[in-house]
């Protein structure tokens, strides 16, 4: 409880401890209620007469209001106290407010850009890798001395037809229980649709029945000029021959250097 005003009053009053009629100031206390410490409104208020004469103190009932126009003298009150000084200490509250969630929310934001930047740089890392492995497809020597490569080309050559399988060139690597099989088609727009998709399942029965690697997850990707064409992994696929996410076939690589060179 704080003291805030103190004054005496214009009329005189009968003190009825000594009897005598003359001036009584009067004190005003005062309860704020505080948040973080700062008072913010007055929650309780209460008021004394002191007799000037005997210095009898009593409680009083007072109109605060039209104490504050007839007072004679008033002391001055903290800024703070003031009408203004509410005003400037809810804004102040409030900035604070808001200054604490816009920490919170930046923290949130930076923690999720590293995440992402983290994701991306592990992304592009996978990318490379793949594009490596997309590089060696122009080698015909790695074809010729790859046993898993030279079979599957040989086993294509046998079981299919609509698709000049001289041209085609693969590539095929593994990576712990998992194997990666590429292959270049020149020219898919000679392809027919069906033939396609009977591409990337002769690679798969290949795999299956002719090499016994059936216990190893599949990775099949079909490289045209510019872009992947067709897609086939354990978890997902896209056969359709004209554009396929390379992303796909990112699960196959570690996202560390180990086992990806």
Request: aromatic share 12%; charged share 30%; proline share 2%.
């Amino acid at each position: 409880m704080e003291q805030t005003h103190e004054a005496v009053l214009a009329e005189d009053k009968h003190c009825p401890h000594c009897n005598v009629i003359g001036k009584f100031k009067i004190s005003i206390f005062r309860k704020y209620f505080h948040f973080f410490f700062i008072p913010v409104y007055t929650s309780e208020r209460f008021s004394y007469l002191q007799c000037m004469h005997c210095k009898k103190t009593y409680e009083a009932e007072t109109n605060y209001r039209a104490l504050r126009q007839s007072n004679k003298k008033q002391e001055n009150l903290p800024f703070w106290k003031t009408r203004l000084g509410l005003t400037t200490k809810i804004m102040a509250i409030v900035s604070v407010f808001f200054l604490i969630i816009s920490l919170f929310v930046k923290k949130e934001d930076h923690k999720k850009t590293e995440n992402e930047d983290t994701e991306n740089v592990q992304k592009d890392i996978r990318e490379s890798y793949l594009q490596k492995d997309l590089n060696k497809l122009e080698s015909n020597d790695y074809i010729e001395n790859n046993t898993i490569s030279h079979s599957l080309k040989l086993y294509v050559a046998n079981n299919i037809s609509g698709i000049e399988t001289s041209k085609l060139k693969y590539f095929t690597r593994f990576n712990e229980n998992k194997i990666l099989v590429l292959v270049r088609v020149e020219d898919m727009k000679k392809v027919s649709y069906s033939s396609r998709e009977i591409l990337v399942n002769t690679i798969e029965e290949c795999l299956n029945d002719e090499l016994k690697l059936d216990s190893l997850n599949h990775y099949i990707g079909v490289q045209g000029n510019y872009n992947m064409l067709m897609v086939k992994t354990p978890k997902e696929s896209n056969l359709s021959g004209f554009i396929a996410d390379e992303k796909i076939l990112f699960d196959f690589y570690n996202s560390d250097e180990s086992n990806n060179n």
